[in-house]
């Protein structure tokens, strides 16, 4: 017999309940948070501080069991070279404040992404939760970014989603999170 056979325990109302709730919570703040734009960033800082908390809180651990320096290097690689390929950025505003921002951001979704909604959707098999935790991942930018990254986002989620298949962990995916936000804001 092949594939992964485990049945995942049957949890109580009160788990699915707060689950639920977190899910909830940062499809609101996904939603909300053009709104918010950068120019507010005490307000981004809490609601991204909020998300990881909620995220670790709700089961997302970072205990990589696979081997992490080749996705982390194929992590960089492809953020590195996608930034190459793409030519001269349009000008951020960079700083101090933005970086922490994006540092704080690239975290906080990783521990959400690949960590919580990973997590509860691997009971359902590696390819499920790759897929619908990058799937999520890319059509939550919309609202910030546009339709026209949705490729580049749902290409982002499946190299994140994969590190997190390849190590048992978000810290690969949150250390080349990083890594591709801070490019933007870093000339």
């Known amino acids: 017999m092949t594939g992964d056979t485990r049945v995942a325990p049957l ?5 699915v309940a707060a689950d639920a709730a977190v899910i909830a919570a940062v499809a609101v703040f996904f ?3 053009p709104a918010l734009g950068q120019a507010r960033s005490i307000p981004l800082a809490v609601c991204f501080a909020g998300m990881a908390v909620a995220s670790v809180a709700r089961g997302a651990r970072s205990r990589p069991t696979g081997v992490v320096a080749l996705p982390l290097l194929v992590g960089a690689v492809a953020v590195v070279g996608a930034r190459i390929l793409a030519g001269p950025a349009v000008p951020v505003r960079a700083g101090v404040v933005a970086a ?3 540092v704080g951001a690239a975290v906080a979704e990783e521990a959400f992404f690949r960590g919580f909604l990973y997590g509860k959707l691997e009971r359902w098999g590696t390819a499920i939760a790759v897929a619908t935790s990058a799937l999520a991942f890319a059509l939550v930018h919309v609202p910030v970014y546009g339709t026209f990254a949705l490729p580049v986002d749902v290409g982002a989620g499946l190299l994140l989603s994969w590190q997190r298949a390849a190590t048992g962990g978000w810290s690969v995916p949150a250390a080349t999170h990083t890594l591709a936000n801070l490019l933007v804001v870093i000339p």
Do not use: E, K, V, W
């Open 31 to 33: 939603l909300l948070r």
């Open 11 to 15: 949890r109580s109302g009160s788990a």
């Open 100 to 102: 922490t921002l994006n």
